[in-house]
């Protein structure tokens, strides 16, 4: 596809949905740079090529300025910026301090704003683009994850927000995930018995993979998606069945 030869940025693009993000672009032939505060196990690589790894903490404002100003000196150009680190424990919102909250908004939040404000000239001179990763979980209630659920939600209405600041040169898009397996998913649903339970839950009867999420990723990211700006893809395998269905005992 079209982001041969051209250059990638993935935010922490060294473990789950960022790896599988990173190595798509790989094997569609992309340089592929991927920042995380910790190394992976082993180098992220697909079709016989490896990412490089940068480690950046992307809450140091300094830090993420260094990183873009060392892209553009070794690369001479970023085409796209993948803003997908992130994350939370389960908190519930009464049990913590509103301190500890405010930590999780600025990761998934505050952290892909000043990555991509740090990235902008050097998209903008290649008219490039971002890819917001997004959840369900800014969609709908998020209980015991609110603040997560309210920053990517916050995450969705930047991303238009900057689409239309940015445009033309720099288009601006959004992966609106549901659940996907990871080397830590059975953290969150347990053994396999309990990850297919909960697969069983989504209209395609599964979790995604991360590679699908990253080829979703490639195309927002290419030519084939260059009149998408703005946009919010919904990458959830149908989303979830209402949980009145099941109450009422509607079958599908």
Not at 25 to 34: H, I, K, Q, R, W
Not at 97 to 111: G, Y
Request: aromatic fraction near 4%; include cysteine; hydrophobic fraction near 45%.
């Amino acid at each position: 596809m079209e982001p041969d030869g051209r250059v990638a940025v993935v935010t922490g693009g060294t473990r789950g949905v960022g790896a599988g993000i990173a190595r798509a672009f790989l094997a569609a032939g992309a340089e592929v740079v991927v920042c995380a505060r910790r190394p992976p196990d082993a180098p992220v690589a697909a079709s016989g090529r490896a990412a490089r790894y940068v480690p950046v903490d992307l809450r140091d404002a300094a830090a993420v300025a260094d990183l873009f100003a060392e892209v553009g000196r070794r690369y001479g150009r970023l085409d796209t910026l993948v803003n997908n680190a992130g994350g939370t424990p389960y908190r519930p919102l009464g049990e913590c301090t509103a301190e500890r909250h405010a930590r999780v908004v600025e990761l998934n939040l505050v952290a892909p704003m000043t990555a991509s404000l740090a990235a902008y000239e050097l998209l903008r001179a290649a008219r490039g683009s971002v890819v917001m990763i997004g959840s369900v979980s800014g969609t709908r209630p998020s209980p015991g994850t609110a603040a997560y659920g309210a920053a990517k939600a916050g995450l969705e209405n930047l991303a238009r927000s900057m689409a239309v600041e940015w445009a033309p040169e720099v288009r601006v898009n959004t992966l609106v995930l549901g659940m996907v397996r990871t080397e830590l998913s059975h953290l969150h649903y347990g053994d396999d018995d309990g990850l297919a339970a909960v697969g069983g839950t989504v209209p395609l009867g599964r979790l995604a993979e991360p590679g699908e999420i990253g080829d979703a990723a490639v195309f927002l990211a290419s030519e084939r998606a260059g009149y998408v700006s703005g946009a919010s893809l919904l990458v959830h395998g149908g989303g979830e069945r209402p949980a009145f269905l099941d109450a009422a005992r509607v079958e599908r």
